[in-house]
């Protein structure tokens, strides 16, 4: 069993007397996808958000490589290799989809141009490069941020709902360079409400409700699981 | 000493708490800066001014006239201008009421002159054992005691108040419960105005009036709102009276000038410390 | 040639002209350093006079107590803005954008109850006298360089990446640390940038004036004008303060002669109706319209 790449440890984070995330405990090994799913208010982007440090985590530990992350901030969690996209799009309206990626990386002026054009091609919106990222259409502007995240080359991705309102053709092909990154040693963490996608792609799935971590394994379990059956429907 | 400045803190507490009350409320229900609070504070004590020197009217009984004007006021301002930049980013409501402060502090200047004006009304202080309260602060105290307590009550009982309190939480579930969001803003603005010029109305017969009176008014209610937290009214008293104190001892300790800079340390330290306020609020 | 003739202009011009010339160069240096702090970042700082008075003060006090000639006095105002903004900025930009806007609301006030209060060395409320030097010419080219200096250092951070990361901060601050950028230090790094100018441009103004206190150089009206002057011009860009602080101060002069204080109230109105109308000032909306580059 390879070490885990993310690590959470009864993880908890209140919001007044609610518990918006409940004691989550699960680990991700190393190139994989992994699905997080659960009905709405089931505490998924409060996740996401305890993870890269949007939100101070209220109990539990994050450990990320080996290494604890919780209690840093969102930018430094951001150069240790964790990269996340948003469930409601947050590029840089005013800054061109070339800029949106430049402002990411480190390197060299000339080296992070070329892999930033790069990235473009490969989400396909070479030629958009030097359009104001508010211009571009919904789902060019998702490119856009998932290009941005793959910027830095992180260990990690997590998508919150990638799937959303994307037309189908596009959505294949982001999935398919979702499988190559897993392809490529990365590890994959996606929310999502599309079924479809989750059972298509994902290898392993979590599922969680008010907070708590109800279930996890394949799709196939997950689906005929009595517990998430109950979640989604209503006792 | 110090129990005199216990006193005294206390007493300009309430003050505090009912200006800031106001901010407190525009900033909850709309997410606004409003900077031009302190100008509004000092139209308060202009037309204090004006109407115990024109009219005669007791500058204590004319604070409900006061009131109405300036909710006028507010609620004008609110439906002409601000109400533009309640949806847009920050940055803007804060350099539009920046923008509305100067407006308002010049045309008080060209209207008024710089003159300095005064309300002699009550002068001297009640003895009470070792303590001398100033009577003109003293009902201050009562009046803005009074003032913020009906003020609760408004938005605890009533349907309006509640509408306030619903929007502030929430302003989309607002709209859906059939809140006439739009409504309940002017309303708000109006009546943090007239908070405001209640507060200069009190203040009018305790200072100097002059135009630039207002701004430190504005700060200080800031101050008031980040010691108690934002968006927890109740929070609002606290922070009042926690700001009176530590002004008057500030004062007793260093100079009365050092004791603003006290304040504006307070505020820093409080920011970082602990953002969400004494009482824990709500984070921008 | 417009640089020629502005260099050869102390020549020609007459004694009001060359002062007025050197206030648009102190404006241009004024309102160029705000819009590195508050038009690249949106972070909107309401007490940048401080920096202007803390320069004056520093300059000052070096030439008057110290003896210094004033061009190495003029970069200690500048350093001593400098350092003051880092001492304010360090903790209040961590903070989020209106609470930073608040506290810097109540930096004015504060500088001035410290100047009064240090009065040996300050002179407190009564001011202090600097000795007599007709120096209004080279004062011209120096204040012209500074505001030179400031426009030419707009333009090479909005054309690199640290400028890139400064505007995410304003475009979505969320995002932007999301991405990797430490914020609060770029932060920190702009405000300090957006320091220098006032600095500098106080002490060659306390050279110039030859005499301060803390009312002249701690108004709260220096702080609106150079806002208003960026606001009109198009905050966030190059050419932007240059355009407003030339428009808005002959404006200013004008106004002043047959009506004067209504300026400052046209400036109140000025900002709301930029605010409202064209939030991203002159230039901005020529930027927009003919889709020029963002070096404007």
Known sequence: ?235 | MVGQVVISGILAGALYAMVALGLALIYGVMRVINIAHGPLLMLGAYTTFFLYSAFGLNPYLSIPVTMAVLFVVGVVLQRSLVFRVVDAPELSSLLLTFGISIGLVNLAQLAFTSDLRAVEYLTGSIPLGPFALSKTRLVAFVFAGGVTALAFLFLQRTRLGKAIRATSQSPEVAMVCGIDVRRVHMFTFGLATALAAAGGALIAVIVAIQPEMGQVWTFKSFLVIVLGGAGNYPGALLGGMLLGLVEQLAALFLTTQLSEVVAYLLLVVVLLVRPTGLLGGRQT | MLLAALAVYPAFGTGYGVRAMLQIFMWIALAGSWNIISGLTGYVSFGHVAFFGAGAYAGAILIANAGWPWVPAAAAGGVAACVLALVIGYPCLRLKGPYFAIAMLGLNEVLRALVSYFEALTGGGSGLSLPTLHATVPIYYAMAGTAAAVTLLTFLIITSRFGLRLMTIREDELAAEAMGIDTARHKLYAFLLSAAGPGIAGALAARDQGYIEPISVFPLATTITMIVMALFGGKGTVWGPVLGAVVLFVAQELVWARFPYVHQLLFGAIIVAVVLLMPRGVLGILQLKYRLPRTI
């Open chain 1, 1 to 235: 069993m390879p070490a885990p790449v993310l690590e959470l440890r009864r993880l908890s984070k209140r919001f007044g007397g609610v518990a918006a995330v409940d004691g989550v405990s699960l680990a991700l090994e190393p190139g994989r996808i992994y699905g997080l799913i659960g009905p709405n208010g089931s505490g998924k982007t409060t996740l996401f958000n305890c993870i890269t440090g949007v939100e101070r985590r209220d109990g539990g530990e994050v450990v990320f490589g080996g290494e604890r992350i919780d209690g840093l901030k969102p930018w430094q969690i951001a150069q240790r290799g964790i990269g996340r996209t948003f469930q409601i799009i947050r590029v840089f309206p005013e800054l061109t989809a070339l800029e949106n990626l430049l402002v990411v990386t480190r390197g060299g002026a000339e080296e992070a141009r070329a892999h930033a054009l790069e990235l473009l091609r490969l989400v396909t919106l070479e030629g958009l490069q030097d359009e104001y990222a508010g211009n571009l259409s919904y789902g060019q502007q998702k490119l856009v941020e998932f290009a941005r995240v793959l910027m830095r080359d992180p260990t990690l991705i997590l998508l919150d709902e990638p799937a959303a309102g994307v037309n189908r053709t596009l959505l294949n092909d982001l999935l398919a360079t979702v499988a190559g990154l897993r392809d490529a040693g990365k590890t994959v963490l996606l929310v999502e409400h599309d079924m479809k996608v989750v059972m298509g792609l994902c290898e392993t799935v979590f599922v969680l409700d008010h907070g708590e971590k109800i279930a996890e394994g394949p799709p196939g379990a997950i689906q005929a699981d009595e517990r998430v059956i109950e979640a989604y429907f209503g006792r």
